[in-house]
Structures are given as C-alpha cells and as structure tokens.
C-alpha cells in the first residue's frame, strides 16, 4: 500500500467542517476539524479525486437519512485490529453493539483492547465507532465527546424509524404546480425549495401515539422521545407492546404528566385505529376525540400524517399561524382571516401545510445563523 498522502477535501457538516485524505487507491483518513486547525488551514484549497468526491456524496447522504451502509475503498491489513475495524465499518446504519459483542465477533474477549482500537480509529462515521456502545446500555467514549456520540446514534435511529416505520408519499404535479404558481404562497421559495413528498405513519395508531409525544413541546425535543421510544419497541408501536412500558421508562425519555396520562388512554381505548381509514373526517373527529387528551390539532395531525388526506390545514398549529403572518405580512391572523387565506388554496391544504412548517423551521435557522 502507498501512504503517500496526495489527496485532499473539505466537506461541511453539522457536525463541523470534515477533512478527507486520501491516496490514488484508499481513503486514507476522516477528521473534525477544531477551530485551531481551522485557523491554520484554507479549506478552500482542495485536490480532489475519485475516492474524496465519492467519499463527500455518502457522507452528504449519510447526514441527510438516506444511506444504509457506506461504500468507499479502504485498506485493512491482516491483524486483529484491522479484523475488528473491518467487521465494523460492514455495519450497517442503525446497528448497535457493545464492546464485548464487537470482541466475540472477532474471536476474542480482549474487550478493552477493543476499546483501544475505537479510539485509535481514524475513519470514524464512516467506520462507525459511535455504534459501539456499553454492555449496560450506556454511550460510552467517544473522540469528538460524547454529545455527538449521542447524537449520531439518535440521527441513526432516525435512519430506521423512516425506513421501518413511514412510507414516502410523492405530492403530484398538479399540486406541484399549485404551489409554484400560488402568487403568495410561492414567496416561501426565495428561502427553500418546494417539498416534493411527505412521509406517512405506517399505522394510525402509532401516528396517534407520536402526535401526542408532540403536544405542547419544542419539535426537536419531541422528536427525540418519539425515535426512542420506537427505538424501545424495536420500530413497531403496537398497543401490546406500549402496554408493557413501565411509567417510570416513560419518564427517562422525557414523557411524562398529561402526555403519558392521554397515551395511557389511547394504549386502553377500544377503538380499532386501522379501521379509521374507512370514515371520512368528520366521523374521525367524532371518534377520535372521545378520548380524553384528543383535541382538533391531534386529529388534523392524524389525517394528514396517518391517512393522508389532501384538506388539512390547521389554524390551533402556531407554526402555520406564523408562517402565514410572515407571509401576509400580518401581526395576527383571525380565524376569518385564516379562511380567507386557505380558500385561495382550497384542495391544497395539506401540501401548503407541510411546505409552511418547512418553511419557518428554515427562516428560524437563518435568523440564527
């Protein structure tokens, strides 16, 4: 193998800008890096090849949800360590092992050498040392903190929960076309690209159960309960199985008073949730909101994302209310007004729904950048 270093990229991340080198055959090494090394460096000057360029487009799929395992040429010799850094970058995204699992993979029990060799890494992500966790359950070490350790195995868990538990729905031309054309609507566009599908909850139940995660709490926090907690039920969110979770595992992840109360009465109603999908949604509402804790918001939520339908927009939702103040230029909205407004959209409703909530999320990003 020739080590002479020839190659050289820079790829910006969430997680901070990642150098890349690599030779004429193998990636060589994959570094974060620190504001020192920023200082010292021109991340501008780059001698890109085939191996940097191709490196770049996993690791942007990778952080973007879309990659299962990743595919970039590495060099491996014929040794322990090089076995164990082997047997793990063949993981794929979602999986978890402890150090001892790892060890016996490879025919040992030398679990702190193991740990050695994670620390040593110098192509993590994309040899995944982040995936290898405590017997107990617990993160662990991790180079670049534990924080991020956290947060690449929660982004992973992610990967699974789209792929296992919702299918992408395609918006069709006509709506496409709707929006594009929409001589307000359209406005939002200067900021973002339009959205070209959505993903739906593979059952209505399970949906259910997330919006209430959802209630009256900042999204990325409820977003973090919701992974974990299907992450408990091994990605299938089933009464049988919610029913088994104790109210004190509830509360380690973050859910708990009125929230865990309302999922208590859904895990005990008797309606049969799939069923819904036969009504139309007047009678889901009367149904729905039987339960106690199931209000109008939830079940606009559960039309749009667990049955898909094409009318909902939600006036008891603060983040379409902005999205249209921004848009009108307006200080508030009546719920006159709001009519008003969505008429000029009528039959659009969810895909103007979708493409409002995008569209604040990438307006509050930009104001704090």
């Known amino acids: 193998m020739n080590n002479n270093i020839e190659y050289v990229g820079y790829l910006n ?10 030779s004429d055959e193998y990636l060589l090494s994959l570094k974060i890096l620190t504001k020192k090394e920023l200082n010292e460096i021109d991340i501008n000057y780059e001698k890109s090849n085939e191996i940097i360029n ?4 996993q690791l942007e799929k990778y952080f973007e949800g879309e990659l299962e395992k990743f595919d970039i040429p590495l060099f491996f010799y014929n040794s322990f360590k090089s076995r164990v850094l082997k047997s793990l970058y ?15 993979i490879n ?3 030398a679990n702190r050498a193991v740990g050695t060799i994670m620390a040593q890494n110098k192509i993590p992500i994309i040899i995944p040392c982040h995936r290898i966790t405590k017997s107990d359950g617990s993160v662990g070490n991790y180079y670049y903190g534990s924080k991020m350790k956290e947060n690449l195995l ?25 929006l594009i054309n929409h001589k307000d609507i359209k406005k939002i566009f200067d900021v973002m690209p339009p959205m070209k599908y959505y993903m739906k909850y593979n059952s209505i139940f399970s949906c259910l159960i997330s919006q209430i995660i959802y209630q009256q709490i900042a999204y990325k926090t409820a977003k973090k309960q ?10 299938v969110v089933t009464k049988e199985k919610l029913s088994k979770i104790d109210d004190k595992d509830f509360k380690k992840l973050g859910i708990s008073g009125f929230r865990l109360k309302y999922i208590r009465n859904v895990i005990n109603s008797n309606i049969d949730f799939e069923s819904l999908v036969e009504y139309d949604n007047e009678k889901i509402y009367e149904i729905l909101m039987e339960i106690k804790g199931i209000g109008t918001w939830t079940v606009e939520m559960v039309l749009l994302f667990g049955l898909g339908r094409k009318h909902v927009i939600s006036y008891k939702d603060l983040i379409i209310i902005n999205g249209l103040k921004k848009i009108y230029l307006l200080e508030e909205i009546s719920f006159d007004k709001f009519n008003e407004i969505v008429s ?15 569209y604040v999320e990438e307006k509050y990003y930009e104001m704090l950048n």
């Open 344 to 358: 000029t959209f009528k039959g659009f409703e969810s895909i103007v729904s979708m493409n409002l909530w995008k």
């Open 107 to 109: 025919n040992s029990k």
């Open 54 to 57: 191709t490196t770049k487009k």
């Open 226 to 235: 919701e992974i974990l907690l299907y992450k408990i039920c091994n990605y």
């Open 90 to 104: 063949d993981t794929k995204t979602g999986d978890v092992m402890s150090y001892k699992e790892l060890a016996e």
């Open 154 to 178: 929660l982004h992973e868990a992610e990967y699974l929960f789209y792929n296992k538990c919702t299918t992408k729905i395609l918006f069709s031309k006509e709506e496409y076309k709707m």
């Open 13 to 22: 991340s969430s997680y901070g800008i990642i150098e890349l080198i690599a």
